[in-house]
T-cell receptor, first 112, second 115 residues
């Protein structure tokens, strides 16, 4: 049973516009949520995270929103740049020192 | 800065053969995680080690085993390989103090192809 779900396998966005990547989860015990970015032939790299006690975390062009009642989080990238084209994984952990649970990923293509 | 090193990057084996993947974590990181990502799939957690002891176990088949050595590098041993074992195997490391936020540092992965 998929605890972290990314229902959109791909997304195309025009350069300069906003990219919104969505993620749903089923486990209400998740404590932290993270977004990882993966380029081809590379391992995932950490992008941004949010604690379950917050509803927003911002880092430059990247903002993550958490809606606990809906068990939904989203990653906003604005403005989108061609270099943002990658696969984005949503992930979560239940507690400290426990393994990450990943979604299937969403492939973002930013078109110049 | 030194990253997580995985070797080999690519490996081709035949069914029923064995394979060993190695992972060298970032210096001073004390925790290692192994993930398996099949084609079009999300990375699935296999097993983790903290201070050379197994700390968590996920969907790791009984044909697989792993350990973390005194120098903190880890090896994933896979025996009686099956076609379905073909995947990208990621190793990730972290320092315990940072793990409460879930931030792991991943290697570039080892791609195993079983023919």
């Amino acid at each position: 049973d998929q605890q972290v779900k990314q229902n959109s396998p791909s997304l195309s966005v025009q350069e300069g516009r906003i990219s919104i990547l969505n993620c749903d989860y089923t486990n209400s015990m998740f404590d932290y949520f993270l977004w990882y970015k993966k380029y081809p032939a590379e391992g995932p790299t950490f992008l941004i995270s949010i604690s379950s006690i917050k509803d927003k975390n911002e880092d430059g062009r990247f903002t993550v929103f958490l809606n606990k009642s809906a068990k939904h989080l989203s990653l906003h990238i604005v403005p989108s740049q061609p270099g943002d084209s990658a696969v984005y994984f949503c992930a979560a952990i239940v507690a400290r020192n426990t393994p990450l649970v990943f979604g299937k990923g969403t492939r973002l293509s930013v078109i110049a | 800065a030194a990253g997580v090193i995985q070797s080999p990057r690519h490996l081709i084996k035949e069914k029923r053969e064995t394979a060993t993947l190695k992972c060298y974590p970032i210096p001073r990181h004390d925790t290692v995680y192994w993930y398996q990502q099949g084609p079009g799939q999300d990375p699935q957690f296999l097993i983790s080690f903290y201070e050379k002891m197994q700390s968590d176990k996920g969907s790791i088949p009984d044909r697989f085993s792993a350990q973390q050595f005194s120098d903190y590098h880890s090896e994933l041993n896979m025996s009686s390989l099956e076609l379905g074992d073909s995947a990208l195997y990621f190793c990730a490391s972290s320092l315990l103090a940072g793990v409460n936020t879930g931030e792991l540092f991943f290697g570039e992965g080892s791609r195993l192809t079983v023919l």
